[in-house]
């Protein structure tokens, strides 16, 4: 059964570094989402992305974020320059033309130091 | 904005008991409800979707219902199994871009 993939699992970087999180949404899906966790609280919209631009965005997805999808298959989540308040776990999501379900892939576990 | 609330916070069980988990949501004009089950430290397993226009869903052991009208929908869960212990999330979906909104979770312990 086809799958939403991130990469890596787990990143840890330095306050201020640059940080891109993938994801390979499923295949024939056109709509691709991220949403945060930051631990021990609820999971957050950040952005949609349809059509190569975005969508939608919340107030947190700030100018220090970015969205990509640099080929036909990546799906790229860009922080410009790490806070703190940055860690969290992030999930991408992705769903086909048609259909409201949204697939979550793992998540990537970020931790700024 | 809508707003998606859990109650309770947290819940411990004896196994087998039968539980049912709460959620509310303000804003009634949502495509779907969907519940998530969420293991520590982990990622986010759908367990049910329900569809604005059923009333109910169920998959094995598991029975979710939703009431549009009032904002509410719960999870039934039968003959609870101490390997059911994790964060139950429900989340609204809706908006022109279909994005979800969750609760906070209910953390549930199921005792042997």
């Known amino acids: 059964e086809p799958e939403v993939t991130q990469t890596p699992s787990h990143q840890v970087t330095q306050m201020g570094q640059e940080v891109i999180l993938r994801c390979v949404p499923i295949s024939n899906h056109l709509y691709f989402y991220w949403y945060r966790q930051i631990l021990g609280q609820k999971v957050e919209f950040l952005v949609s992305f349809y059509n190569n631009e975005i969508s939608e965005k919340s107030e947190i997805f700030d100018d220090q974020f970015s969205v990509e999808r640099p080929d036909g298959s990546n799906f790229t989540l860009k922080i410009r320059s790490t806070k703190l308040e940055d860690s969290a776990m992030y999930f991408c999501?992705?769903?086909?033309?048609?259909?409201?379900?949204?697939?979550f892939g793992p998540g990537t576990r970020l931790t700024v130091l | 904005k809508q707003e998606v609330t859990q109650i309770p916070a947290a819940l411990s069980v004896p196994e087998g008991e039968n539980l049912v988990l709460n959620c509310s949501f303000t804003d009634s004009a949502i495509y779907n409800l969907q519940w998530f089950r969420q293991d520590p430290g982990k990622g986010l397993t759908s367990l049910l979707l329900i569809q604005s226009s059923q009333r109910e869903q169920t998959s094995g052991r598991l029975n979710a219902s939703l009431d549009k009208s009032s904002g509410r929908s719960t999870l039934y869960i039968a003959a609870s199994q101490p390997g059911d212990s994790a964060t139950y999330l429900c989340a609204s979906i809706g908006g022109s871009n279909y994005k979800l909104t969750f609760g906070k979770g209910t953390l549930l312990t199921v005792n042997p």
């Open positions: 999501a992705s769903r086909r033309e048609s259909y409201n379900e949204q697939f």
